[in-house]
T-cell receptor
Framework: AQSVTQLGSHVSVSEGALVLLRCNYS??????LFWYVQYPNQGLQLLLK??????LVKGINGFEAEFKKSETSFHLTKPSAHMSDAAEYFC?????????????FGRGTSLIVHP | DTGVSQDPRHKITKRGQNVTFRCDPI?????LYWYRQTLGQGPEFLTY????????KSRLLSDRFSAERPKGSFSTLEIQRTEQGDSAMYLC????????????FGEGSWLTVV
């Protein structure tokens, strides 16, 4: 079984401040991990993903995430928030189950950016 | 290369009516997924296809829901006898078999049952 926990349903930062969105996962086998972003009334867009190899993953729009197996975490960061980063962010885990990889999503974290 | 396309984007229906959503995946993507997303929640898995075969269904997919992918290309999700609890966004996603397991989402179809 696999699951994702996103700590904090809302995160509020000032423009230019560090963004940190937390994600912890549970998986019985090495997982693939993803962060998606969703703007109002739109579908989900992939920000970045971890499959194998380097544990620090860089994505679009200046975001990055680090896979920490010992902490079962995959937190998303960005050094300097921009107003356009305000959106809903979803962490997802995918691992083989009967040969299929069906992503399981967290409940999401709403990022609010203040001027 | 066009993205995943969903139609209609918005649907308002009266309780008890049937509704059908269509999804056109990215060309040559043989895996297709349906998810449901309610306000304030993440996407919840409903079902997925590999080509025309429906390989897995979640317990969320009650007997009022049916999904098809008859020719292994587009898919339809039908909800019969809609209930207010069916109000949600229905998301379709697709991926090729060997893609590092990234799924690509469409814009979603909003359903409001009144």
């Amino acid at each position: 079984a696999q699951s994702v926990t996103q700590l904090g349903s809302h995160v509020s930062v000032s423009e230019g401040a560090l963004v940190l969105l937390r994600c912890n996962y549970s998986s019985s086998v090495p997982p693939y991990l993803f962060w998606y972003v969703q703007y109002p009334n739109q579908g989900l867009q992939l920000l970045l993903k971890y499959t194998t190899g380097a544990t620090l993953v860089k994505g679009i729009n200046g975001f990055e995430a680090e896979f920490k197996k010992s902490e079962t975490s995959f937190h998303l960061t960005k050094p300097s928030a921009h107003m356009s980063d305000a959106a809903e962010y979803f962490c997802a885990v995918s691992s083989p189950s009967g040969g299929s990889y069906i992503p399981t999503f967290g409940r999401g974290t709403s990022l609010i950016v203040h001027p | 290369d066009t993205g995943v396309s969903q139609d209609p984007r918005h649907k308002i229906t009266k309780r008890g009516q049937n509704v059908t959503f269509r999804c056109d995946p990215i060309s040559e993507h043989n895996r297709l997924y349906w998810y449901r997303q309610t306000l304030g929640q993440g996407p919840e898995f409903l079902t997925y296809f590999q080509n025309e075969a429906q390989l897995e269904k979640s317990r969320l997919l009650s007997d009022r829901f049916s999904a098809e992918r008859p020719k292994g290309s587009f898919s339809t999700l039908e909800i019969q006898r809609t209930e207010q609890g069916d109000s949600a966004m229905y998301l379709c996603a697709s991926r090729p078999t060997n893609s590092g397991n990234t799924i690509y989402f469409g814009e979603g179809s909003w359903l409001t049952v009144v």
